[in-house]
Nanobody
Framework: VQVVESGGGSVLAGGSLNLSCVRSTYVTCGMAWYRQAPGKERELIGRITSEGSREGKITYADSLEGRFTISKDDPKNTLYLQMNDLKTEDTATYYC???????????????WGQGTQVTVSS
């Protein structure tokens, strides 16, 4: 399974970007967006789960819900991340991941993209 992100770029604060993540194979797996800023740990932005009764449910990191919206186009096997009102602190490499797993209570994903850079300037 491969995932490829696109749509990153440079934008002024207050602007918007829409990232895309195309998954190469149709699998019954959740998908997620993460980001990693320089010198910081990778953080979960939000995810769409494939887990049992919660399949298809989208959840977000508390700090980002409202400005960031995740959606999925199943026929295109593509996950989107719409980002509005971008701030300089949103500057990071944004990663798409698929096929969740749990280890010691921690969520992780089996397959990752190479990332797409988002730079927000003031």
């Amino acid at each position: 399974v491969q995932v490829v992100e696109s749509g990153g770029g440079s934008v002024l604060a207050g602007g918007s970007l829409n990232l895309s993540c195309v998954r190469s194979t149709y699998v019954t797996c959740g998908m997620a967006w993460y980001r990693q800023a320089p010198g910081k740990e990778r953080e979960l932005i939000g995810r769409i789960t494939s887990e049992g009764s919660r399949e298809g449910k989208i959840t977000y990191a508390d700090s980002l819900e409202g400005r960031f919206t995740i959606s999925k186009d199943d026929p295109k096997n593509t996950l989107y991340l719409q980002m509005n009102d971008l701030k300089t602190e949103d500057t990071a490499t944004y990663y798409c991941a698929t096929c969740e797993s749990w280890s010691a209570g921690r969520l992780w994903y089996q397959y990752w993209g190479q990332g797409t850079q988002v730079t927000v300037s003031s």
